[in-house]
């Protein structure tokens, strides 16, 4: 029974808190300007008020009265429907508060419905040190770009603000970025006094991209009394250089190209060249970037294309050579070889033949010599001979259109030779010789026919010539 009684007070009790939260249409959040102070300064604070109601309401600002000395810019705010309004609130620490963490109520009431809420907002309130003297405090502000160029200066703006009526005679400031600056000085700052310089740093033209820290702290009587900090960016520039030597030799060309980079950063760089067939059959690419060409294509042309990466003060060579000295050698040599051979070969020559066939019901060997000037000179005494082996005989020596031997020999060693005279032959002039053969007796396989030969008078010596070697086949 008495279990049931307190659930049951519990339950009312919490019906009660939660209709009073629900009834609240209104909050407020404060926000700190100034929550650390001596005894003869004010906390400065930012007050804002939300009206979550359907209709606008007035609203009333109002702090510790016994602590503090407060006032409110403005106390009363008239805020509309789901809107919302700043105040700011100054509060001055009275004399008979003691130093330490204390809090400052707030309260902000509805005026119509007369509901309010408070919040406890923190305020440290700082010591004098033993002899009632003021202990140093200084606000301290710093400004650095967020991007810098290390080919350009750095300037650092620093703001100091003493804070109470404490004259600081010896106040020593170290300003230092990871090894890339630093400063370290002595200076006075008068009560009460505000103060913004700007320092000049000098960076390396190379220091590398990346983000760096720049810390700025002040002490006093080797004390800290502010320390802040801010990141900065030095940011990645290339500058590149192209050099292009060209070494001329014989039917040689050597082009060497040579990119420096000698900004911060990685170089992106590409070299084109022409993508001609003559050039690509005679061209080998060498240097320090030892990558293949690429085939690309650049406005619409085709070209080779290299892409090297280039560090930060680095070199890379492109080393081109088109060689054509031994095309060049080899044309040379055939040009030669040809000249030679028009030059020494025989302006007459003679082209033999043979074919057997039937005549007059027997098989013969029909013989053919085709003699021919290839000169552009006519040429004189031409005597022809040919031979016809001892195992054949001369059955026909003349056919019509071709030339009748001067003279037909029987050799008891060489067999028969025959022999034609001609008093000239024209340039290019063709004249025809032939005769039918039979053979004693039945050669099994066939049997060779030598060379005819021509002799002539060339200049003031006699020349000659042969045919070529025939093979008979019996068919």
Known sequence: MQRSIQLSIFAVLALILVSSVSALTFDFRVKAINDTVFIDEQAVFLITVFNQDTSP???????DPINWVSTVDPQLLEIPSFGSRNAFIYAKPKSTLQPGSHAIPIKVTETEQEKSVTKNVPVYLKALDGSGRYMPSVALGMDVPEKIDPRYHVKVSIY???????NITSLDMKIASDGLFEKQFTRSLDPLMEDREEYIFELDDLQAPGIYTVVVEITSLGKSISKVEKTFEIIGYTLPKEDVQITRGIFKTITTYTISNTGNAPLDYTITIPDKILQGMFGTYGGTYLQA????????????????????QGTETVIVTHNYQLAVAIIVFIIIVLITYLSTRSPISLVKEAKEELH???????????IRNRSNKPRYKINVKDRVPPLAVVIKRAHIGTLQPTSVRPDRKQGTILTWELDVLEPHEERLVA???????????GFTLRPAKVSFQYGSREKQARSNTVIVRHQ
């Open 160 to 166: 100091l603000r003493n804070r109470n009526q404490l």
């Open 57 to 63: 309401a007035t609203f009333e600002i109002v702090p």
């Open 435 to 445: 005769y039918i053969i039979q053979t004693r007796l039945k050669v099994l396989g």
């Open 360 to 370: 007059e019901g027997q098989h013969v060997v029909k013989v053919r010599v085709l």
């Open 293 to 312: 060409p690429a085939h690309e294509r650049v406005n619409g042309e085709r070209v080779l294309a290299w892409h090297p990466t280039i560090l930060s």
